[in-house]
């Protein structure tokens, strides 16, 4: 099942894009942000590649690349068939490192790094096996899928065997699923209509496009003042109507108490969810918030800072998050993900990505595509995040039609960008830095 090509190579690239400038993706507490990514070409012996990314906001994507490379060992002179038949272990030599798991363990720079190999490794075997990373994951045969995923710490909640008979719930009648992800897509909803820095003519604007192009859910920031979140929440929703949906991010700006107060004054403007209200380790104040917000039918939707499958399951178990935003990029990469979508099924709990950052949208388009063909089996409850940046810059880039994501064909995990690009924006020495 598994190609026998051996990976020769492992280069990263440090790429950059200003977007600081027009501040696209400002938020209450990242008011600048330079969309970033640590980009991996693994090459193999035939030379085929494989590549990969975890993103971040710009200063810093250096220490990640230092990591990645500090994670090359473990990679190179390996084959794609002796990684995926025994992946489990492969995976933990990554993230249970005797050294370098003081510098997490799987949390952080070293879980970022982790993420962009990863992602890079199954980018490699999916084009390999001429499909796109979403098939190429449902097709995996229940039992061998689940003896790749790392389950440590959480067989107090869900047992093997029990996500063993789950999957082969989903496998049994994908066919009908593809079927229809292929006439109608996955729904998403718009998030780059409301960034704090915008001018409220701006949001107008964008809000009066999207309306015209279909989109019935769109995502405003919230948290800098109370007045500027009244006014901005009123000026969306007298232009989006009573019944599309309106979703709130404050990215983690309050206390536990200011989240419960700022809230209940915006309530009125029938907010779907407030998205990261409190710092993104505090489960038990989620928890608060969440109970607090219940009454008045607003959910708590967070995961995209969680760190890893362990703070998932405690949101999870203590009805923390009502919304499981999980990131293509901050937890361990593909199987990580695959075990908190397992999860968020056990515990009844949508998931809906987060993808606000670039090539986050051709990522996580994938992981929706198996939520509901192989895990979940529901489209009706979930959506996926969808932020209108920098998808030129890839060379299979995340589609939209009708306000739904389509099913993407080609093979991999559509995380190749453009050689154009790599070469403008990498960081010093990319052309636009120079200039």
Not at 186 to 204: F, H, M, N, Q, R
Not at 222 to 229: A, I, K, L, N, T
Request: a negative charge.
């Amino acid at each position: 099942m598994f190609s026998k090509e051996k990976i020769v190579q492992l280069q990263v690239q440090d790429v950059r894009y200003p977007t600081s400038k027009t501040l696209d993706g400002s938020d209450s507490v990242h008011t600048d942000p330079d969309y970033s990514v640590a980009y991996v070409t693994l090459t193999t012996d035939t030379g085929a590649c494989g590549y990969g990314i975890t993103f971040t906001l710009g200063a810093g994507t250096d220490v990640v690349v230092k990591a990645i490379e500090l994670l090359k060992r473990k990679v190179v002179d390996k084959s794609v068939h002796d990684i995926f038949t025994n992946y489990r272990a492969f995976y933990r030599s990554l993230t249970q490192d005797s050294q370098m798991r003081w510098l997490g363990p799987e949390k952080g720079i070293v879980h970022l790094a982790t993420a962009a190999v990863t992602n890079a490794v199954w980018d490699l075997a999916a084009r390999l096996a001429n499909k796109p990373l979403w098939r190429f994951v449902v097709d995996i045969p229940a039992e061998d899928l689940v003896v790749m995923i790392d389950w440590s710490y959480t067989s107090d909640v869900i047992s093997e065997r029990e996500i063993v008979e789950m999957l082969k719930e989903g496998q049994s009648n994908k066919g009908e699923r593809i079927k229809e992800l292929e006439k109608d897509g996955y729904p998403a909803y718009i998030t780059s209509v409301g960034w704090l820095g915008y001018s409220d003519e701006k949001v107008k604007r964008l809000t009066n496009e999207k309306l015209g192009e279909g989109w019935t859910a769109f995502k405003m920031k919230v948290g800098v003042s109370q007045e500027d979140d009244m006014r901005r929440a009123e000026l969306i929703r007298s232009l989006i109507g009573p019944d599309n949906k309106l979703m709130m991010d404050a990215n983690q700006i309050w206390d536990v108490k200011d989240a419960i107060t700022r809230m209940k004054q915006l309530k009125k403007y029938n907010p779907y969810w407030i998205e990261e209200p409190t710092s993104p380790d505090d489960v038990d104040g989620h928890a608060q918030i969440s109970q607090a917000l219940r009454e008045h039918n607003i959910g708590v939707a967070t995961g995209e800072m969680c760190q890893n499958r362990v703070m998932f399951k405690q949101f999870l178990k203590l009805h923390a998050m009502q919304f499981c935003q999980i990131d293509s990029c901050r937890v361990g990469g593909v199987t990580e993900v695959l075990a908190i979508m397992v999860l968020a099924r056990k515990f009844g709990v949508p998931v809906v990505p987060h993808a606000g950052g670039v090539g986050l949208c051709e990522l996580v388009r994938h992981y929706s595509m198996i939520d509901y063909v192989l895990i979940s089996g529901k489209i009706s409850d979930r959506m996926c995040e969808y932020a209108e940046h920098l998808h030129e810059h890839f060379t299979d880039e995340a589609e939209i039609k009708n306000a739904r994501y389509v099913l993407p064909y080609k093979p991999g995990f559509s995380c190749e960008m453009k050689k154009e690009a790599v070469e403008t924006y990498n960081f010093p020495d990319g052309s636009y830095w120079k200039n």
